[in-house]
């Protein structure tokens, strides 16, 4: 076979890490393989779960240059299941406790944080109901960077009734560790403007570094390719401020 | 949106799915991003048996039109035949 030399080579498999409790869980990997050192994202997947475009979000942060994980929320309710399996199951059962996810960013933190050749540097995203997760994250843990895409629910309450266990996490914004991007569509309604708008007070107000962007004719879920709420324009300028972002605080 | 908003219903019955035909004991009923219909959002159900497995499953993806109509077609087929007390009770004999 003819050995091809390349370049922005990178690894992507699906290994297990120690999640919330010393429990093994199963993450999605991506890093690139030149010389480092390697600062780290970690990618929280939305609630459809552990799914392919989440993966190909986590390769597309290897592309850039950085050892990126996705953590599988899902593992212990679902080990092994098809991720909307997964997703349905974990919905039933009442989704993902605040703490448990906590946890398993923090497995996947000092697992990121162990490796060889690294900056030591860890950011964290999330889209969707893993904006939320992101945002709690970022409060919760010491990181270097954190960045919320359209996660609703940190400032408002669930419908009457929800079954699933999350609330307002305003509270804890006093608690954020790190700089915070906030990526949002004007035309969502989880969360709306004006959510955006009281936790882009809040922050000002304890004095905590963050930049909000609030695209036009957008809504939910803008970054996903593979829905038909997928808007072009924001979703490139979103990946720009994404690349600016984290090469400054990484 | 994630809406989060979901009716959670106890079910005394059978659906098939990917593993054949199984015992349905659980289902979610919820409005929010689907997995296959290329909608921003559906009305989902997901027929479930936690007892089995997560792949034990039967999931529908519907557009609101059609949630509603299937909803009434439901009510409309039992309101038109005689359903008895006895059918109404009627159980899996591992269940008593």
């Known amino acids: ?250 | 949106m994630c809406t989060y908003l979901t009716e959670k219903v106890s079910v005394v019955g059978s659906g098939k799915g990917a593993n054949g035909w199984f015992k349905v004991t659980d289902l979610s009923v919820y409005f929010d991003h689907p997995v296959h219909a290329p909608f921003g959002h559906s009305l989902n159900l997901d027929f479930l048996n936690p007892e089995l497995g997560p792949s034990y499953r039967l999931a529908l993806e519907l557009n609101p039109a059609t949630a509603r109509a299937l909803a009434q077609a439901i009510l409309d087929v039992l309101d038109k035949i005689p359903v008895t007390e006895e059918d109404e009770q009627q159980s899996f004999a591992s269940d008593s």
């Open chain 1, 1 to 250: 076979m003819t050995s091809i030399h390349m370049k922005d080579q990178l690894v992507a498999g699906t290994i297990e890490i120690k999640g919330s409790g010393g429990d093994s869980i199963e993450a999605y990997y991506a890093s690139p393989t030149g010389e480092g050192p390697y600062s780290s994202v970690i990618v929280i997947h939305h609630m459809p779960g552990f799914d392919d475009a989440t993966k190909e979000i986590t390769r597309n942060f290897a592309y850039h240059g950085y050892r990126s994980i996705c953590p599988n929320l899902y593992s212990r309710e679902a080990p092994g299941a098809s991720p909307d399996d997964a997703a349905a199951t974990a919905r039933s059962m009442g989704g993902v406790p605040d703490e448990r996810l906590v946890g398993d960013v923090s497995g996947a933190v000092d697992f990121l944080r162990s490796l060889d050749d690294t900056t030591k540097k860890v950011a964290v995203i999330g889209y969707c109901s893993g904006g939320r997760q992101s945002f709690l994250a970022a409060c919760s843990l010491p990181l270097d960077a954190a960045i919320d895409c359209y996660g609703a629910y940190v400032v408002a309450s669930p419908p009457e009734g929800a079954p699933l266990k999350v609330g307002p996490i305003l509270d804890k914004a006093k608690d954020l560790s790190c700089p915070l991007l906030g990526l949002f569509g004007e035309e969502d309604k989880f969360p709306t403007p004006e959510e955006v708008a009281e936790l882009d007070r809040t922050l000002q107000d304890l004095g905590k570094e963050h930049e909000f962007h609030s695209y036009p004719g957008a809504g939910h879920a803008f970054f996903a390719p593979n829905r038909p709420s997928y808007r072009v324009e924001a979703a490139n300028d979103g990946w720009q401020k994404i690349w600016a972002f984290l090469a400054k605080n990484l």
